[in-house]
Nanobody, 118 residues
Framework: QVQVVESGGGSVQAGGSLRLSCTAS????????MGWYRQAPGKQRELVAS???????DYADSVKGRFTISRDNAKNTVYLQMNSLKPEDTAVYHC????????????WGQGTQVTVSS
């Protein structure tokens, strides 16, 4: 069994900051990548940022320069520092974990709500 738990969401005014955390636990021997996706009401889930075990990162154009993803491999934890938040960042943020051992598998967290008011 693998558990993915997110934390750190909340409500903030435009221009503010939030830090999300996601920890994977359970029968995990190797994680390839961890990332954050978000889904706003009526919209499809989209990539926000991801990071591989080697430290390679990928960001959505809409968050470049404002969000920073980082990872603690020893703790199987990924962080998303979100600065200069905008109302359009409002969404449920989900953590995605790609595991390669004991077998290739993808796990999702239940999500954490981020609300940015103008």
């Amino acid at each position: 069994q693998v558990q993915v738990v997110e934390s750190g969401g909340g409500s903030v005014q435009a221009g503010g900051s939030l830090r999300l955390s996601c920890t994977a636990s359970g029968s995990i021997f190797s994680i390839y990548s961890m990332g954050w996706y978000r889904q706003a009401p009526g919209k499809q889930r989209e990539l926000v940022a991801s990071i591989t075990s080697g430290g390679s990162t990928d960001y959505a154009d809409s968050v470049k320069g404002r969000f920073t993803i980082s990872r603690d491999n020893a703790k199987n934890t990924v962080y998303l520092q979100m600065n200069s938040l905008k109302p359009e960042d409002t969404a449920v943020y989900h953590c995605k974990v790609i595991v390669t051992r004991p077998q290739l598998a993808i796990y999702w967290g239940q999500g954490t709500q981020v609300t940015v008011s103008s």
